[in-house]
């Protein structure tokens, strides 16, 4: 048990389009969701937390208006990187809190996005 | 603030080997510690943690124990499979199960 998805595993867009990319846990409820960007061989960087039912905090340095989230529901969120550029090419992963696995956090696969 | 330093990669070593990647981290309070492992194609998993100084880690043969006074917690396996092939992340928690990653550390043990 414990499995976060995140779909699709590659996204493909063209400068000035938005690119959608949702995160799923599997088997369990998450109130919390969060949401990191990883370049290429560098740690992963904390975007912002998605809380389900509430706006989601973002960490300093993060355009709130650029990279949207929503956490519709106990089990699903989603992040919208607008009018996205070459430079937010990246990895994008998402990891989902297990209220009942002592707060651990599980990790999706990650979504690869190309802008063009 | 927080933040998390790991033995730069990548490492290649044969089966039976000893495994150590270095960690140590600058924090405020007591973060919690935590090894992930990331295995190709796959998610990060929670390898180990340690909640509190001197308090050791241990899963699937790797081991880390908390070093308050060194700032450390560095990630050993005694003798490594070619199974054990991954890339390995450092991490500290904060209260608000936030986590700060080293940059990872890529793994790969040769037969």
């Known amino acids: 048990g414990a499995v976060v998805s995140q779909h699709p595993s590659r996204v493909i867009c063209k400068s000035g389009t938005s690119a959608k990319i949702e995160c799923r846990s599997l088997?369990?409820?998450?109130?919390?969701m969060f949401w990191y960007r990883q370049f290429p061989k560098q740690s992963l960087m904390l975007m912002a937390t998605s809380n389900e039912g509430s706006k989601a905090t973002y960490e300093q340095g993060v355009e709130k208006d650029k990279f949207l989230i929503n956490h519709a529901s106990l089990t699903l969120s989603t992040l919208t990187v607008t009018s996205a550029h070459p430079e937010d090419s990246s990895f994008y992963i998402c990891?989902?809190?297990?209220?009942?696995?002592?707060?651990?956090?599980?990790f999706g696969p990650g979504t690869r996005l190309t802008v063009l | 603030g927080n933040s998390v330093t790991q033995m730069e990669g990548p490492v290649t070593l044969s089966e039976e080997a000893f495994l150590t990647i270095n960690c140590t981290y600058t924090?405020?309070?007591?973060?919690?510690l935590f090894w992930y492992v990331q295995y190709p194609g796959e998610g990060l998993q929670l390898l180990l943690k340690a909640t509190k100084a001197d308090d050791k880690g241990s899963n699937k043969g790797f081991e880390a124990t908390y070093r308050k006074e060194t700032t450390s917690f560095h990630l050993e396996k005694g003798s490594v499979q070619v199974s054990d092939s991954a890339v390995y992340f450092c991490a500290l928690g904060r209260n608000d199960y936030k986590l700060s990653f080293g940059a990872g550390t890529t793994v790969t043990v040769r037969a």
């Open positions: 924090a405020t309070g007591y973060p919690s």
């Open positions: 990891s989902a809190l297990h209220g009942q696995r002592g707060d651990e956090q599980f």
């Open positions: 088997d369990f409820q998450a109130t919390t």
